[in-house]
């Protein structure tokens, strides 16, 4: 035997790609050399090796070392690859048995003393060896994810394999990824006095619409934001799956998705545009893709860099981040839900009902100006939220808490879902995807009352197409929620509050 192969992957993006270790003897200058574009990583495997094999108590052969690591053209990343090429070698200088490696995807680094250690985008390196039909070899992980469909088994040491594979082998013993709607210790109940803020969130939860929060400090925006995964419905096994994928990749820890079921990202205002979007090198998910199938909040709005902030507007129509760089394309879904909230000004006490604005015209216009443009114009609903009375919050009451308001969305996504199988109010996102022939009004399915109130509506607030069209998705989610198959006025009405103080002539 002058050759020996095992499975390998690297990760590219948020995918797991395989690659193929191949290990060959020659005569020459005893050394590791690796062939197949790698990177620094990569390149510093040899001394890694070398040691672990020492320190495992095998012989490093004195012979020159060719590894190839296929397919050639893609660059290979990262430290995963230590123990498939560390197997190749031991398996061709006969030191340990072959029987079972070629069933095996081999991922894991190799501490000095030959002890496996995990690498992150365990889930990505779990969900190839599933499409592979291979079973998964790594090391013991702190919270291990088993997926359906994947075998996956742990390897301590280097070695434990001089007695074979299959008595090295440890089996993952994890909960399945899936355990149906997990609870949660904040509730809407808590927040007091913003019943409107909480039926636009229902709204927004709704029918996937975002939403933003204009209000002072104090009025409980965030708290508002933070408990919308209450009530959103349980994220499906596609979505968990695409979610644990993308923060395994990053180096995220799955607890907490595992623990809440949807993902909630609040980045800072001081974020850069890869570490919202994505980038870097090597190429990782930004904070949009950590928050695909849950929320991404956005709080200051106007303190985040312009720049920055228009890069959103891509991904929220096509639900994907596509970065290209030299070596190709990189693309990670976001699909999210969009909250985002905002001081009206500087000191944030404009238009207070207790409070002055303290800040110059020109300042407020300024800062006003940053909530405008066209990021904004893809939001669909924006909502004042006032202050809310210090007597209700002393002596409490009764609200809206989040099983009442789940319920809502629930069964208006349940009504969408109905509509939509038998054909009725079809409508997309934008003009583009109406039929001319067709029309708003029945693409959204409005009756002859309710196109006369949007037509008022539209005419006296001047509004675009895209205006239009907003208007309508949001009378068409309340709709749903109230299962009307047709749009009313008293749904137009109510879709025409949620257009909040920023929202001007569009």
Same mark, same amino acid.
């Given at each position: ?233 349980? %994220? *499906? ?6 979610? =644990?994928?993308?923060?395994?990749? /990053? &180096?995220? +820890?799955?607890? !907490? #998705? ?124 924006? %909502? *004042? ?6 007597? =209700?919050?002393?002596?409490?009451? /009764? &609200?809206? +808490?989040?099983? !009442? #308001? ?101």
């Amino acid at each position: 035997m002058h050759t020996f192969s095992v499975h390998a992957a690297c990760i590219r993006g948020v995918e797991a790609q395989p690659v193929t270790v191949e290990v060959s003897f020659t005569g020459g200058i005893p050394g590791i050399t690796l062939v197949g574009m790698a990177d620094a990583a990569v390149n510093e495997a040899p001394a890694r090796i070398r040691c672990a094999l020492r320190g495992s108590g095998y012989d490093v052969p004195r012979k020159s070392i060719i590894v190839n690591l296929a397919p050639a053209d893609m660059r290979k990343t990262g430290s995963g690859l230590d123990l498939a090429i560390s197997i190749s070698i031991l398996a061709l200088s006969g030191q340990i048995p072959v029987e079972g490696l070629d069933s095996c995807l081999f991922v894991g680094e190799l501490s000095l003393d030959g002890y496996v250690m995990p690498v992150r985008g365990e889930v990505a390196y779990a969900m190839l060896a599933r499409d592979c039909g291979l079973r998964l070899v790594s090391a013991h992980g702190d919270c291990p994810v088993a997926l359906p469909g994947v075998d996956m088994y742990c390897l301590r040491d280097l070695s434990s394999l001089r007695a074979g594979l299959s008595s090295a082998l440890d089996a993952v013993d994890a909960p399945a990824i899936l355990s149906g709607t997990v609870g949660s210790s904040l509730d809407y109940a808590d927040v007091k006095g913003q019943e409107l803020a909480k039926r636009a969130l229902a709204i927004a939860a709704t029918g996937g619409l975002g939403l933003m929060m204009v209000g002072p400090p104090g009025s409980g925006k965030t708290m508002l934001a933070e408990r919308m995964g209450t009530i959103l419905p349980p %994220i *499906d096994e596609v979505e968990l799956q695409e979610a =644990l994928c993308i923060h395994s990749v /990053a &180096g995220e +820890s799955v607890e !907490s #998705l595992l623990a809440s079921g949807r993902p909630f990202r609040c980045p800072h205002h001081s974020i850069s545009a890869a570490g919202l979007v994505g980038g870097g090198r090597p190429v990782r998910p930004g904070e949009i893709s950590l928050a695909h199938g849950g929320v991404l909040f956005l709080d200051e709005l106007a303190e985040f860099p312009s720049s920055v902030l228009q890069l959103l507007r891509q991904p929220l129509e096509s639900k994907a981040v596509r970065i290209v760089r030299a070596d190709g394309a990189y693309v990670f879904p976001a699909h999210f839900q969009l909250l985002v909230a905002s001081n009206p000004c500087p000191c944030g006490y404009l238009g207070d009902r207790d409070v002055s604005c303290a800040c110059p015209p020109y300042a407020v216009a300024r800062y006003q100006a940053k909530l405008a443009g066209p990021l904004a114009d893809r939001i669909d609903m924006r %909502i *004042d939220v006032a202050r809310p009375d210090p007597d =209700l919050l002393l002596e409490g009451g /009764a &609200g809206a +808490s989040s099983s !009442s #308001l789940r319920s809502e969305v629930e069964q208006g996504r349940a009504f969408a879902t109905w509509r939509l199988q038998h054909g009725i109010a079809v409508g997309g996102i934008d003009m583009r995807a109406i039929d001319g022939a067709q029309g708003v009004a029945g693409a959204y399915a409005l009756d002859s009352a309710g196109y006369e109130t949007l037509l008022a509506i539209a005419q006296r607030g001047h509004l675009t197409g895209r205006g239009i069209v907003r208007l309508c998705r949001i009378a068409r989610t309340i709709a749903d929620m109230q299962e009307s198959r047709e749009v009313g006025p008293s749904h137009v009405f109510e879709a025409s509050m949620f257009r909040g103080r920023c929202s001007d002539a569009e």
